[in-house]
């Protein structure tokens, strides 16, 4: 009988919030498709071993981890509940919460190679948790929205992820955005250039940070974790680099003697180019270098997108990765995609006012309900209206008009109709605008085709 | 690098059945909102207070419940291990996978009883997890569709259930189907009337399986249960009372000295009445004394629809509750809901070949990659033909034509664009109709039209 509340860190998305969302949902859903994806949707919990190790030793730590049903602990002995909880763990546990929608993606790729259309293209939007610490803006379950081209390295499939992007922002209304790209190889050359090779992984996990914590924070970052003196001036010019038209030509000239960095500036170049073929004449895309993303499987290209004069972290994320199903023992697919999160294009929306109106799914027309005549002439008018694809109900009570029509005003009904013994004899019902106020007598053909 | 498997009882929905789940989806929701009812979400996991002890014992052993994140059993003691896994349970995890929609509902409810308009329609379209043992057409993991309204116990609510399962079934191509109906007041008059007051809770679970075990197992399983031979030979009459037009006439006679039960026919006549009024001459609906349903939260009119000429059990079911809030502290929201079972709605559509044809959400039309100039002249074309609402891709790679078109075969697109220097030259481009596998030359113009 105690007070009920919500598990931390999740939600409930009540009628108006859901509207906004599904907005959301069908421009992105409409926009996936029109690009040739299709859909996919895969079960909320996966075996563990699908999960572990795929999301770094934190990643790990964070995935919600469903205890066994039964007798889960009939068959441990002492040794195993005094080693701690993490061995323990895989005992009394074998399955978790999906904690995004790659993993789980190259899983049912790998699964159903014999059958797919390669290359595939597929989208997908599902809910994700984390066990994360709950905070603004930060909670346990999250939608993403994830498109993905895996089966060829074509460059075509990331200049499309700049088009489609170009194409889902502006139908949210969101116009001010800059989509940052740049190309892991280009990291792993600079890596070798500056004489770390094969640490481009803590380089990318520092330089990722620039933005954040500024370039002397990010230096004492690269100390700590083991770069040279000599290699964090060798480093420099990645401080320094222009950022406009033709941000490569300076970067060739510093990297000329790495073949992979030349390669990844190679790749930018053709993207960059194949963006504009596809018909954006002034894409809203700018190279950075520093832009590192934290996931380790990434090869290739990496985007991330950033709502402009909002603080509101990024919007999406995503890039080329050579090897994800390489983990499930099928190397060599390669694979593009990209992620949108709905619940900052959300906060962004929200901020920027940009939800248009009447986004509510809500009842158009209510009848009211007097008395036991009136009802029963009402309700031989519902199914008429219904089924001329108006959403219309009857107020269920006889009660007073006031409590009727505040219930309609609370829930957002445009119209209701009302319903006296006149109307019932002349057939010419009372049309009630909720907005304006105004009244009108109306036959029910023509409510019906003002409604409509 | 172990292959990697699906956890059982689950399953992945590639994108043809999501084409097919979707069409069943949409049909619903429409229905639903044309019915008055908003849409909303609750997160996947609850706290167990929440959820444990609404779902009978039974229930609670199949929720799957979420272990605590970070050092769950640091501060165990041994005694924890050694009492078993049940108290244990407790001690590690304190969320637990949504069983169903209506608790969360009910929680949700209570929650904001202050702000919502009342009375409150809700529809709610999301997955449940409940870890049963798998088999044949029972998964760990299922879609339910429900709707429901709180806050007032008026009877049209009823008969527009019975109407709403009139609107969705048949637009999903299901004609030939059974709403069978009951009252939860009859089946406690009955059990007064037979000598056995307060027992109508083991009286609906024997009752209700009449269907499936015949009626000497019931009486068996009503002696087991504690039933004298004197109610069950008053008991009878449940077992010969015809289904005809009248079906409530023998009932008054037999039960005519209990007012509940009376009430309870009253209120199925009402029903009864009201589905007519409001437009359906001859409902598909069938009262069945012997129908009980197993949940023990109802306590008015109980449904269950059941699709006709297929081996596939009930499809949807629901009812009557007027205490659900009460567990949370809050009694005296009496509510009627029913519940959709996507599963089995799509199973009998299959088995009847109910789908209609072209439901996939594929890609209209595949521009083919031959050479460098065909390429980049094709990408000029591709936003032409989404910004007209076309789903279009390109090819990726350059390969051969057959590899190609067996691409677009295969993810069902209908038409593939060829693109070779005449195409260019003249702008007029070679349709290919993959179904007919007949070509034609087309302006762009016309294509998008065509198309469109």
Chains 1, 2 share one sequence.
């Not at 610490?133 to 200049?159: H, I, M, N, W």
């Not at 924070?217 to 033709?246: A, C, Q, T």
């Not at 991330?304 to 004069?309: H, L, M, P, R, Y």
């Not at 939800?355 to 309900?369: A, G, H, I, R, Y």
Request: negative net charge.
């Amino acid at each position: 009988m105690s007070k009920p509340s919500l598990a931390r860190g999740t939600r409930d998305f009540g009628p108006e919030q859901m509207a906004k969302r599904n907005f959301i949902f069908e421009t992105i859903r409409r926009s996936f498709q029109r690009y040739g994806f299709l859909p996919l949707e895969t079960p909320a919990f996966e075996n563990l071993s699908v999960l572990m190790g795929k999301y770094g030793e934190e990643g790990d730590q964070l995935l919600f981890k469903l205890l066994n049903s039964g007798d889960f602990s009939g068959k441990l002995i002492e040794k195993d509940w005094s080693e701690g909880y993490k061995p323990l763990t895989s005992k009394i546990s074998e399955k978790g919460l999906r904690y995004d929608l790659t993993v789980p993606f190259a899983r049912y790729v790998v699964m159903n190679r014999g059958t797919l259309a390669m290359p595939f293209k597929r989208y997908q939007i599902q809910p994700v948790w984390r066990a994360d610490r709950p905070q603004r803006g930060r909670y346990r379950e999250f939608y993403q929205c994830d498109a993905d081209v895996v089966g060829t390295d074509s460059l075509l499939c990331e200049a499309e992820i700049v088009n489609l992007l170009h194409d889902i922002l502006p139908a949210l209304g969101i116009t001010d955005f800059t989509v940052k790209i740049n190309n892991r190889k280009i990291l792993t050359g600079i890596a070798d250039i500056i004489g770390a090779e094969g640490m481009e992984g803590p380089l990318c996990v520092a330089i990722d940070k620039l933005d954040k914590i500024g370039k002397d924070k990010v230096v004492e970052e690269l100390i700590e974790r083991g770069f040279s003196l000599d290699s964090i001036i060798l480093l420099d010019p990645i401080f320094s680099l222009s950022n406009d038209e033709e941000p490569f030509r300076e970067l060739r000239t510093w990297l000329e003697k790495s073949e992979i960095a030349l390669k990844g500036i190679d790749e930018l170049e053709q993207v960059w180019k194949m963006v504009k073929l596809l018909g954006l004449e002034n894409p809203k895309i700018q190279f950075d270098v520093t832009l590192a993303r934290g996931l380790s499987y990434y090869t290739g290209a990496i985007f991330e997108v950033k709502a402009n004069n909002v603080q509101i972290g990024s919007i999406s994320g995503g890039g080329r990765y050579d090897n994800l199903t390489g983990t499930f023992g099928v190397p060599g697919i390669s694979g593009v995609g990209i992620s949108l999160g709905v619940d900052r294009i959300y906060d962004v929306m929200e901020e920027l006012s940009l939800f248009p109106e009447n986004q509510t799914t809500s009842t158009k027309v209510m009848l009211s309900n007097f008395d036991k005549e009136a009802f029963e002439f009402g309700l031989s008018l519902l199914p008429k209206l219904r089924e001329a694809g108006i959403n219309a109900e009857m107020y269920p009570d006889s009660v007073k008009l006031k409590k009727q029509l505040d219930y309609a005003d609370r829930k957002n009904i445009s119209f209701v109709i009302l319903i006296g013994s006149d109307e019932i004899q002349s057939g010419k019902l009372t049309l009630k605008n909720m907005k304006t106020g105004e009244q009108q007598k109306v036959e029910l053909e023509g409510i019906i085709s003002q409604l409509k």
